[in-house]
C-alpha cells in the first residue's frame, strides 16, 4: 500500500532566512490560497513516527513505515502486534485492502516522546484507505472504534485564517501537558487538485516563534 503522501505547510518559506520562517499569505500552492476561506477541519498534529497498518487481501497484516525501507523500532513492532492481531480485522469485517495510517508515539520516539506516555509507546490513527478512496473523518472513527484504537483529536473547524489565528495564539495539547507539535487542516470534504493529489496542509506552533 502506498507511502502517506506529505503533507505541505500553509504557506511558502522565506529563502533570505534560510526556509526557517514562513512567508504568511503567500500560499504554497493555488489550491490552497483558492480555498483559504473555506472551512477546514483541524485536528492535533502528533510528534512521532509514520505507521502504516495494512490489512491484505490475503488477511494478513503487515506493519511498515512510512516507506517500505523504514525500519520500525523493535519495542514499537512488538506493540503494534499486540494491538492488530488478525482476528480483530476478522471480527469486525474490515475489508481487506485497507491501510490505517497513524503514528506511532510515546516514550524513546522522537524527542519529548515521553510528554505522550511516559513508560511505554502506542499508535494513533490519523487517515485510512481503502480500495483506492480515502474515508471521510467520520468513518475513520468508526473504524478506530471497531478496532478500538485511539484517533488523533478533533480541535475544531474554521478557514485558514482561523487555523493561523490558533496557532499562533497557542492552544492546549488534548495529548500531553507540553505544548501540541500543531494543527493538520483538511477540507471537510476531500478534494484532490488536477494532479490527483489530496488537498491538506499542516501549522506547526514553533514556525510561529
Known amino acids: 500500500m502506498y507511502p502517506y503522501h506529505k503533507i505541505p505547510t500553509i504557506y511558502k518559506r522565506d529563502p533570505d532566512n534560510n526556509h526557517k520562517t514562513l512567508l504568511e499569505g503567500v500560499f504554497a500552492s493555488p489550491e490552497l490560497e483558492y480555498l483559504q476561506y473555506n472551512i477546514w477541519n483541524f485536528t ?13 487481501e490475503d488477511e494478513q497484516v503487515i506493519f511498515k513505515g512510512r516507506t517500505d525501507r ?23 469485517n474490515i475489508p481487506t485492502k485497507t491501510c490505517l495510517y497513524g503514528e506511532g508515539y510515546g516514550a524513546r520516539i522522537q524527542k519529548g516522546g515521553g510528554y505522550y506516555i511516559k513508560n511505554d509507546v502506542s499508535f494513533i490513527l490519523f487517515d485510512v484507505w481503502i480500495n483506492g478512496f480515502w474515508l471521510s473523518r467520520e468513518n475513520v472513527e468508526d473504524i478506530g472504534t471497531k478496532l478500538n484504537i485511539a484517533m488523533v483529536p478533533n480541535i475544531g473547524f474554521g478557514n485558514i485564517k482561523d487555523a493561523v489565528n490558533l496557532v499562533q495564539g497557542g492552544f492546549e495539547s488534548h495529548l500531553r501537558e507540553t505544548p501540541p507539535e500543531g494543527i ?11 494532479k490527483g493529489q489530496r488537498i491538506i496542509a499542516k501549522l506547526k506552533l514553533k514556525d510561529f516563534k
Open 44 to 56: 492535533e498534529k502528533v510528534d512521532g513516527t509514520n505507521i502504516r497498518v495494512i490489512w491484505t
Open 70 to 92: 523504514a525500519e520500525i523500532p523493535p519495542f514499537l513492532l512488538h506493540k503494534l502486534e499486540i494491538l492488530f492481531p488478525q482476528k480483530k480485522f476478522r471480527e469486525n
Open 184 to 194: 493538520v487542516l483538511r477540507p471537510t470534504t476531500e478534494i484532490f487538485n488536477r
